[in-house]
């Protein structure tokens, strides 16, 4: 017996639209990159005068590896490199949560499911209060 769903015509053309585009990406890598300020050790250092001017920005690349935020930063040369490839990843998040919606869309409609919301395509911070908090998610599913 054969249980393929064959999405109409406009649902195809969407499809074969994100496909194509994905198909493009090109290299990505994960994670983020956020600029930091900071202050440093010395005692007289124009860190801590009044008004202070922080040291940096420092481009800190941060990524999860197994449930746990790794950073590296990143020199003005690499940021610039790279800078693409961190592009590329977002664009790639981007079309699979269009694929995603589309084909929860689809399958909801042919099942007669009531409508969940959408995939966000939101990915986990990284600050370390949140990483704290999806560390023990992660641990909990285990
Ligand atoms: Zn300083």
Redesign the pocket.
């Known amino acids: 017996m054969d249980h393929a769903l064959r999405p109409n015509a406009k649902d195809d053309a969407e499809r074969r639209r994100i496909e194509a585009a994905l198909s493009e990406a090109g290299f990505c890598l994960p994670g983020s990159v956020n600029d930091e300020r900071s202050?440093?050790?010395?005692a007289n250092?124009?860190?801590?005068a009044d008004p202070a001017v922080l040291?940096g920005p420092y481009h800190h690349w941060t990524r999860k590896i197994d449930g746990k935020t790794v950073g590296r930063y990143l020199t003005d040369e690499q940021l610039e490199r790279y800078a693409g490839w961190f592009t590329n990843a977002q664009r790639i998040r981007q079309l699979l949560t269009e694929l995603e919606t589309l084909s929860l869309r689809i399958a909801e409609q042919a099942e007669g499911w009531e409508p969940q919301a959408p995939p966000t395509g939101r990915r986990p911070r990284t600050d370390a209060k949140r990483s704290a908090t999806s560390t023990k998610r992660q641990q909990a599913k285990r």
């Open positions: 202050r440093c050790g010395k250092c124009r860190c801590k040291h």
